[in-house]
């Protein structure tokens, strides 16, 4: 195997990742080149041209492992090879070179918390009596009650019911419980085990020496469990079906899951240029920052900005709380608005023609902040989600919820690339993974390519001088008032001015020249419309 470094693009840029654009690639959606209907990495090969025009840094490359595919890769049966569905590793290797030479950088998940249920472990650990050093690797448990019949706590997975799945037992009698936070496929790992700790070693090692530049990290909340697995306080039902809990929730942000950070900082630290960034659903500021310590992650996701409404003080109180999180830190906040987990931004601010002003202009507030920023697959083209038939619904949570939830397939339809009919160019054939809708033509990177007024010409704008022009030196911001329902903010050092009008009335523009704007000005250029953001120097 070629050493990574021999080929590594990091020499001299330590810490390429502070500003980097990241553009989350979810895989099975992106483009399928072996034709079965699903994407693939020589699909995502044959698509670096259109990432390097779009303007990126890097790519974060969704679970390509080997997997029964319950969680769509997020069920991990072998973390060091490629599942055939998407390839193996050579042409991971090729995709990760090509890449390299294109100056784009690959990260890729990383899911310490579970494993799927026909990881090899996992096998050995129903195979093999309670007390087992096989079931010692995972959490099981005695269950409650008569005969054991009740789970050990009460836990709920993430999603729906119980958190605790029972073995049947062959001779009968009750068999144990094992712990899964999310689906029962997915059982989670006892990170109390030293061999757990060392296989997450092993694997960091496995795809650094190809040449990764880094990792997301899954439920980088996860792993570490509370001793003596207290119950969480009451569930809450929620209106959509599925159980919330905010207040002390064990289940996760357990003291633990520090010294699993420090572990995998130190291996990283060993490479040069890497970076680790945890994917992190805490409440508050406090706990985020924690997870950002100097031998901790480089970088974590906060989902601030994605949670915010499209209202001016909402996005504003999300960017501050942001940046708090991070102050004292050696980490640069970070930004997203959108994931594979997420309704897209188009439908979640509305849906419709409002929907796509709303989710253009967050995107130019997105992209005017200081730090790494991270696009998903898809919203570059403006895609709202699609209204998916209940047939096609493959997520685990629909399933769980019983049948109320109907997850988060409608942001996970493959993209489109070209033509006028499904698959627009995704794949040699119709049948994709999921249908694509009739109506999205216009949506295809070739229909917006060449459109001056297209959401992508608007990303790739936004990317040029977002990477370009001096205007966004710096990671300080200060704010300015601006008229009820909207806000203005400058980056102190490069002077960039970004103003957005979330009201319903047109307001006076800031003073400056406009360099970029996310939807028509009128032709005085003095006002800024609703449901509109402008970039000023
Ligand atoms: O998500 C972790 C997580 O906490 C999510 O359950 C999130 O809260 C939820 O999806 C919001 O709807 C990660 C991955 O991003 C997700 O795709 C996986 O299903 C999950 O881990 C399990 O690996």
Known sequence: MRRADDRHLASGDETWW????????????????????????????????????????????????????????????????????????????????????????????????????????????????????????????????????????????????????????????????????????????????????????????????????????????????????????????????????????????????????????????????????GEIWVSDDLAFARYVRPDELHIGFNFRLLEATFEADRVREAIEHSLMAVQGSPAPATWTISNHDAVRPVTRYGGGEAGLKRARAMTLVELALPGPVYLYNGDELGLPNAELPDWALQDPVWRRSGFTHRGREGCRVPLPWEGGTPPYGFSPTPGTWLPMPPDWADYAVEAQLEDPGSTLSLCRQALELRKGHNAFTGSELEWFGAPPGCLAFRRKAGGLICGLNTSSTAVSLPPGEVLLASGPLPPNGEALPPDTAVWLV
Request: aromatic share 10%; proline share 8%.
């Open 18 to 277: 502070r500003d980097a654009a990241f553009y989350q690639v979810y895989v099975r959606s992106f483009a399928d080149a072996s034709g079965d209907g699903v994407g693939d990495l020589e699909g995502v090969r044959s698509r670096l041209g259109y990432l390097e025009l779009l303007g990126v840094d890097a790519l974060w490359l969704t679970p390509f492992f080997r997997s029964p595919m319950v969680d769509h890769g997020y069920d991990i049966s072998d973390p060091r090879d490629v599942d055939p569905l998407f390839g193996d590793l050579d042409v991971f290797d090729r995709l990760l070179a090509d890449a390299h030479q294109r100056g784009l950088r690959i990260i890729i998940d990383l899911v310490p918390n579970h494993t799927s249920n026909q990881h090899e472990w996992f096998q050995a650990a129903v195979a093999t009596p309670p007390g087992s050093p096989e079931r010692a690797r995972y959490i099981f448990r005695d269950g409650c009650g008569f005969g054991g019949s009740q789970p050990p706590n009460n836990w709920t997975s993430t999603f729906g019911g119980p958190a605790w799945s029972q073995l049947r037992s062959s001779t009968g009698d009750a068999g144990q419980w094992y712990l899964h936070l999310f689906a029962p496929e997915q059982p989670d790992l006892n990170w109390e085990n030293p061999e757990v700790v060392a296989d997450l070693e092993r694997t960091l090692r496995f795809w650094l020496d190809r040449g990764v530049d880094g990792f997301r990290i899954d439920v980088a909340h996860g792993m570490a469990k509370p001793a003596g697995l207290p119950d969480m306080p009451q569930p809450i039902a929620t209106g959509s079906g599925l159980l919330q809990i905010d207040i002390a929730d064990p289940r996760f942000d357990a003291d633990g899951v520090h010294d699993i950070h420090r572990m995998i900082r130190k291996v990283l630290d060993e490479y040069p240029a890497r970076v680790a960034v």
